[in-house]
């Protein structure tokens, strides 16, 4: 059977009488809050069960989740190269990835988004060539930005810049040891980064995607406002038809909140994976001479050689 670590432990503390207090105290905001949610009519549960499936929300729920898993991919593949841009010693190079962050990070998502569906006021045409030949393409940027394309650039774009910090926060968290221990193995900067810095990394960086995601997830109501049938959109389509505003809403919070937990459970998941692989690799430093032999006593970090 193997040993737990001393970190793995439950702790067991005495309950105290305030520890009482604050059940009771707990239990009777809950039950207070049903109370008033199942006796208020106003709430309308009936129109809200009615609606909960209908074709129209189902639509904008799968375009809420396209969103999300379309923004979140390619946004986590920008923020990865705005990170090594971000830490590389050329100044010119980390100066334009530092640009890029301040500004998508200083503005709102919401002016972002409108921008970018309006990009065709600024560069109503454009031409894709070959520089200095006649070699080129025109694209009418009017017909290119739809609604759901500025949505997804516009996401995109924000999201690449909070993951350029994240990932930069976990390369940071890696110390110079492992980078001149892989050098002196000779590895290449790219099987350095993909062996040594990003299995590193993972602990750091995967709590704070998580998060992200969950984000995005939410953050993807504001595409309503270009016209995008997501979830919202679908939601305010309807009430807009039958006034049944509040029982709308709380169908499109329902399905938002039943998104985030589905979302927190395989990243509570990963999360314990990583952290049961980060334990595994602590070594016993104890002997059978000292005191505690037996006893996994962890360690800074792994050494790589």
């Given at each position: 059977?193997p040993?737990?670590?001393?970190e793995?432990?439950k702790?067991i ?13 707990a239990?009777?905001?809950v039950?207070?809050?049903v109370?008033?949610a ?14 909960f ?5 189902l ?5 809420t989740?396209?969103?999300t898993?379309a ?20 100044r010119?190079?980390?100066g334009?990835?530092?640009?890029y962050i ?12 409108i921008?970018?569906f309006n990009?065709a006021?600024?560069y109503?045409h454009?031409?894709i ?16 930005m ?5 949505a997804?650039v516009g ?6 810049a909070y993951?350029s910090e ?10 110079r040891?492992?980078h001149?221990?892989?050098e ?10 993909r062996?040594v810095?990003?299995?590193?990394t993972?602990?750091a960086?995967i709590p704070?995607?998580?998060n ?7 953050e993807?109501s ?5 016209g995008v049938?997501d ?5 305010q389509?309807?009430y ?7 029982p709308l809403?709380?169908?499109?919070s ?5 998104m985030t ?18 334990r595994?690799r ?7 001479a000292?005191p ?7 360690t ?6």
């Open positions: 059977m040993q737990l670590l001393a793995e432990k702790r503390t005495p309950k105290r009488p305030r520890d009482y207090v604050a059940w009771a105290v239990i009777a905001i039950a207070g809050l109370w008033t199942v006796t208020n009519e106003n709430y309308r549960w009936p129109v809200v069960f009615s609606y499936t209908t074709e129209t929300i639509n904008g729920l799968l375009i989740l396209l969103l898993v923004s979140m991919a390619l946004g986590t593949l920008l923020g990865l190269v705005l990170a090594v841009m971000r830490m590389s010693h050329q010119p190079v980390s334009l990835a530092q640009l301040t500004f998508f990070r200083g503005t709102p998502v919401l002016v972002q988004l921008f970018w990009i006021a600024l109503p454009l031409s060539g070959i520089p200095f030949t006649d070699i080129s393409t025109p694209v009418n940027v009017n017909a290119i739809t609604p759901m394309t500025a997804v996401l995109t774009l924000n999201q690449a993951m994240i990932i930069r926060g976990g390369f940071a968290s890696v110390s040891g492992q001149e221990a892989a002196s193995l000779g590895m290449s900067g790219f099987t350095k980064l062996h810095i990003i299995p590193q993972m602990p960086v704070a995607t998580g992200q995601v969950i984000g995005m997830l939410k993807t504001l595409v309503s406002v270009l049938a979830l919202l959109n679908s939601a389509s309807i807009a038809r039958n006034y049944q505003t509040i809403l709380i169908v499109a329902l399905w938002y909140l039943i937990l589905v979302l927190s459970v395989p990243q509570s998941m990963i999360e314990r994976r990583f952290s049961r692989s980060t595994a602590l070594a016993p430093a104890a002997t059978s000292e505690g032999a037996g006893q996994p006593v962890p800074t970090r792994e050494s790589l050689l």
